[in-house]
Nanobody, 118 residues
Framework: QVQLVESGGGLVQAGGSLRVSCAAS????????MGWFRQAPGKEREFVAS????????NYADSVKGRFTISRDNAKNTVYLQMNSLKPEDTAVYYC???????????WGQGTQVTVSS
């Protein structure tokens, strides 16, 4: 059973930086695309960034390109989202997800709150 545990959220001022982490266990992660999604109050969950565990290919939402960087540490089975130049509109609960490349099954973490004050 795939388990994802996020950490590293918090409160930061606009223009600041924060890094959130996602520790993964219980799967063969070379078969997965790892991603970060976020959900702000009253809004739908939206895609932020993804990385292929096997080859490191990345994708980003237009709203975060140039500010956020997704990366992985294979030895630690951990995925990171480095967030720079944060804006108040980045405030949301950030969720880690693992999506099977072949099965399409998706697993979610419990989420971590990121709050950016103006």
């Amino acid at each position: 059973q795939v388990q994802l545990v996020e950490s590293g959220g918090g409160l930061v001022q606009a223009g600041g930086s924060l890094r959130v982490s996602c520790a993964a266990s219980g799967g063969t992660f070379s078969w997965y695309i790892m991603g970060w999604f976020r959900q702000a109050p009253g809004k739908e969950r939206e895609f932020v960034a993804s990385i292929s565990w096997s080859d490191g290919n990345t994708n980003y939402a237009d709203s975060v390109k140039g500010r956020f960087t997704i990366s992985r540490d294979n030895a630690k089975n951990t995925v990171y989202l480095q967030m720079n130049s944060l804006k108040p509109e980045d405030t949301a609960v950030y969720y880690c997800a693992a999506t099977g490349k072949y099965s399409g099954n998706r697993y979610w973490g419990q989420g971590t709150q990121v709050t950016v004050s103006s």
